[in-house]
């Protein structure tokens, strides 16, 4: 088994033998990676790969869908997150998750950031909370004067960044983005991708991407994922100038889809 | 060998078939154009003799009805609030029960007893009316009057109660799919920002929902007020003017029955006050259920995204 490749951070993520089913379909099969904190980690690989699994595997969302079964371990900071005593909605609320399809609540943009504070019980300061997600998420000047908004009225990009406000109002340990740009446009995808730069130094990230170069654009590291299975984990740099497997070169030079 | 003559016959006789076909439908179609219309035509034509005799105001506002006293009075007035008793009455216990029936089934409820639910849904939408009716007049009423010594034989709660359990597979049934036409990720959103799920339906699922849930109570309301049988039989056939849910009352509906026993002679003005009644149930439903189709065109709008 390839183990994650060359950094000294401790990891606050760590996936062992990790396998997740669908019925009878397998979606990741003995998947072991090590996510470092403060860092960005892509997961790339051809559609059906087993990203966006892998991801929700970090936040027990895989266990919403009926027929869906996981094996293995996922630790955070040294708890097995599918122990016994482990609240699901407790995981949830540590490692945050934003979306492929932007889903805005029909609410006003203060409700929609407000949503996962109230949800856990903040008692503190939520106007100044929800200012400061919108801040990070870069809204804030957009939507300042106007809280009471729908959210629905808002631009599809603008919509993203709002699902990325709502989850930072959380204060999560990890932020883990499946596609987020996939149903944008060009501006907005550097938009959000310079938001997920800046992000970097307080949260560590794991994205799901198709997209590769964006993966080299933004990534300390980056997982190849293949049918299911995890070929390469290492430096994207290195991944990328010099990959081990032939399939992730052949993936990286776009002769596989 | 086959001719070609052959085949172009068989095209032409094809092409004929078709035709009689397409004739055959139209003519279909064109019964029920034609029976609408007529309907419409002898309920406006009645309905306007009857407004030119006794002025609209009057019928409307007035609230009593003694077509045969010796100065006559045709007040709609307490059929029409009967009406709404009902209706709303209806909807009070329907509603609640629906919509929670519903969320069970969307959110909660495992294949086998979403299963057995939706047989028992559709048993109660082939109950016959009239068997409800016995049921509210037989059992439902002498309940109550246990628990409330002061309910008349014929009463408007049992018949709001039993109508209720009429167009709850109405209420229920439809309020699953406004449920269903909220998006899934809409509703993974919710929960992976660390809502439980009760939460997640309530602050979410829900109100997503509320336009096409208001709708299909709408709806529901519109077969409420079209409903005679039970209504005919739990709470009575008498015309009066009261809000009190322990006495009996008279629905527009309830009412038009008795055009059926005969009294009032053709070409009368009581015979035509019949028709101005129905054009009052008619436009009361139609707007109903147009209102509840606007909401549902509106919140699958609303949610577009």
């Given at each position: 088994?390839?183990?994650?490749?060359?950094?000294?951070?401790?990891?606050?993520?760590?996936?062992?033998?990790?396998?997740?089913?669908?019925?009878?379909?397998?979606?990741?099969?003995?998947?072991?990676?090590?996510?470092?904190?403060?860092?960005?980690?892509?997961?790339?690989?051809?559609?059906?790969?087993?990203?966006?699994?892998?991801?929700?595997?970090?936040?027990?969302?895989?266990?919403?869908?009926?027929?869906?079964?996981?094996?293995?371990?996922?630790?955070?900071?040294?708890?097995?997150?599918?122990?016994?005593?482990?609240?699901?909605?407790?995981?949830?609320?540590?490692?945050?998750?934003?979306?492929?399809?932007?889903?805005?609540?029909?609410?006003?943009?203060?409700?929609?950031?407000?949503?996962?504070?109230?949800?856990?019980?903040?008692?503190?300061?939520?106007?100044?909370?929800?200012?400061?997600?919108?801040?990070?998420?870069?809204?804030?000047?957009?939507?300042?004067?106007?809280?009471?908004?729908?959210?629905?009225?808002?631009?599809?990009?603008?919509?993203?960044?709002?699902?990325?406000?709502?989850?930072?109002?959380?204060?999560?340990?990890?932020?883990?983005?499946?596609?987020?740009?996939?149903?944008?446009?060009?501006?907005?995808?550097?938009?959000?991708?310079?938001?997920?730069?800046?992000?970097?130094?307080?949260?560590?990230?794991?994205?799901?991407?198709?997209?590769?170069?964006?993966?080299?654009?933004?990534?300390?590291?980056?997982?190849?994922?293949?049918?299911?299975?995890?070929?390469?984990?290492?430096?994207?740099?290195?991944?990328?100038?010099?990959?081990?497997?032939?399939?992730?070169?052949?993936?990286?030079?776009?002769?596989?889809? | 060998?086959?001719?070609?003559?052959?085949?172009?016959?068989?095209?032409?006789?094809?092409?004929?078939?078709?035709?009689?076909?397409?004739?055959?439908?139209?003519?279909?179609?064109?019964?029920?154009?034609?029976?609408?219309?007529?309907?419409?035509?002898?309920?406006?034509?009645?309905?306007?003799?009857?407004?030119?005799?006794?002025?609209?105001?009057?019928?409307?506002?007035?609230?009593?009805?003694?077509?045969?006293?010796?100065?006559?009075?045709?007040?709609?007035?307490?059929?029409?609030?009967?009406?709404?008793?009902?209706?709303?009455?209806?909807?009070?216990?329907?509603?609640?029960?629906?919509?929670?029936?519903?969320?069970?089934?969307?959110?909660?409820?495992?294949?086998?007893?979403?299963?057995?639910?939706?047989?028992?849904?559709?048993?109660?939408?082939?109950?016959?009316?009239?068997?409800?009716?016995?049921?509210?007049?037989?059992?439902?009423?002498?309940?109550?009057?246990?628990?409330?010594?002061?309910?008349?034989?014929?009463?408007?709660?049992?018949?709001?109660?039993?109508?209720?359990?009429?167009?709850?597979?109405?209420?229920?049934?439809?309020?699953?799919?406004?449920?269903?036409?909220?998006?899934?990720?809409?509703?993974?959103?919710?929960?992976?920002?660390?809502?439980?799920?009760?939460?997640?339906?309530?602050?979410?699922?829900?109100?997503?929902?509320?336009?096409?849930?208001?709708?299909?109570?709408?709806?529901?309301?519109?077969?409420?007020?079209?409903?005679?049988?039970?209504?005919?039989?739990?709470?009575?056939?008498?015309?009066?003017?009261?809000?009190?849910?322990?006495?009996?009352?008279?629905?527009?509906?309830?009412?038009?029955?008795?055009?059926?026993?005969?009294?009032?002679?053709?070409?009368?003005?009581?015979f035509q006050a019949f028709f101005a009644v129905g054009a009052v149930l008619f436009v009361g439903t139609y707007g109903?259920?147009?209102?509840?189709?606007?909401?549902?065109?509106?919140?699958?709008?609303?949610?577009?995204?």
């Open positions: 088994m390839k183990r994650p490749a060359a950094t000294t951070d401790a990891p606050v993520l760590t996936a062992e033998r990790l396998s997740v089913r669908f019925g009878r379909s397998i979606a990741l099969r003995d998947v072991s990676l090590a996510i470092p904190r403060g860092r960005i980690v892509s997961i790339i690989g051809p559609s059906g790969c087993g990203k966006t699994t892998l991801l929700r595997c970090f936040s027990r969302m895989n266990e919403l869908v009926s027929g869906a079964s996981t094996s293995g371990t996922v630790h955070f900071a040294g708890t097995d997150l599918y122990g016994p005593d482990i609240d699901p909605v407790e995981v949830r609320r540590r490692i945050g998750m934003v979306f492929q399809e932007t889903t805005p609540f029909p609410k006003s943009v203060f409700d929609n950031i407000a949503f996962g504070p109230r949800a856990s019980g903040f008692a503190g300061d939520l106007q100044g909370l929800v200012e400061e997600a919108l801040t990070d998420a870069g809204l804030w000047s957009e939507v300042a004067d106007d809280l009471d908004t729908p959210a629905l009225e808002l631009s599809a990009g603008q919509k993203q960044r709002l699902c990325i406000a709502r989850t930072l109002a959380l204060k999560p340990d990890v932020l883990l983005l499946d596609e987020p740009t996939s149903a944008l446009d060009p501006e907005a995808t550097a938009r959000i991708e310079s938001i997920i730069r800046a992000l970097s130094p307080r949260y560590t990230i794991v994205i799901a991407t198709y997209n590769r170069w964006q993966a080299a654009r933004l990534s300390d590291l980056t997982a190849f994922l293949d049918r299911g299975e995890l070929l390469e984990y290492g430096l994207t740099e290195t991944l990328f100038t010099n990959p081990r497997e032939a399939r992730t070169e052949s993936y990286l030079t776009g002769r596989t889809q | 060998m086959m001719p070609q003559g052959v085949a172009g016959a068989g095209t032409a006789s094809r092409a004929a078939g078709e035709r009689l076909v397409a004739h055959v439908l139209l003519a279909c179609t064109v019964i029920a154009v034609v029976t609408l219309a007529a309907v419409l035509a002898v309920l406006v034509r009645e309905a306007g003799l009857f407004l030119a005799d006794v002025s609209p105001w009057r019928f409307l506002t007035e609230i009593t009805w003694a077509p045969a006293a010796e100065e006559a009075r045709f007040g709609v007035l307490p059929l029409v609030v009967g009406t709404v008793q009902i209706a709303v009455g209806a909807a009070v216990f329907a509603l609640p029960v629906g919509v929670m029936t519903a969320v069970y089934l969307h959110q909660y409820a495992s294949r086998r007893a979403t299963r057995l639910l939706s047989g028992v849904t559709a048993l109660m939408s082939s109950v016959p009316t009239v068997v409800y009716g016995l049921f509210a007049l037989h059992f439902v009423t002498p309940v109550l009057q246990v628990l409330w010594p002061g309910v008349e034989a014929f009463n408007a709660l049992s018949a709001c109660m039993v109508v209720g359990l009429m167009i709850l597979p109405t209420v229920t049934v439809l309020s699953r799919e406004a449920l269903d036409s909220v998006p899934a990720p809409l509703l993974n959103a919710g929960l992976a920002l660390g809502a439980p799920k009760g939460r997640v339906v309530a602050r979410i699922l829900l109100p997503a929902a509320s336009g096409g849930i208001l709708a299909a109570v709408l709806i529901a309301m519109a077969r409420a007020v079209g409903e005679t049988m039970i209504v005919t039989l739990a709470a009575g056939n008498e015309s009066r003017l009261t809000w009190s849910p322990f006495e009996g009352l008279q629905t527009l509906t309830a009412f038009l029955t008795q055009l059926g026993t005969g009294d009032a002679a053709t070409g009368t003005r009581e109903i259920h147009m209102a509840g189709r606007m909401l549902v065109s509106r919140s699958v709008g609303r949610r577009g995204q």
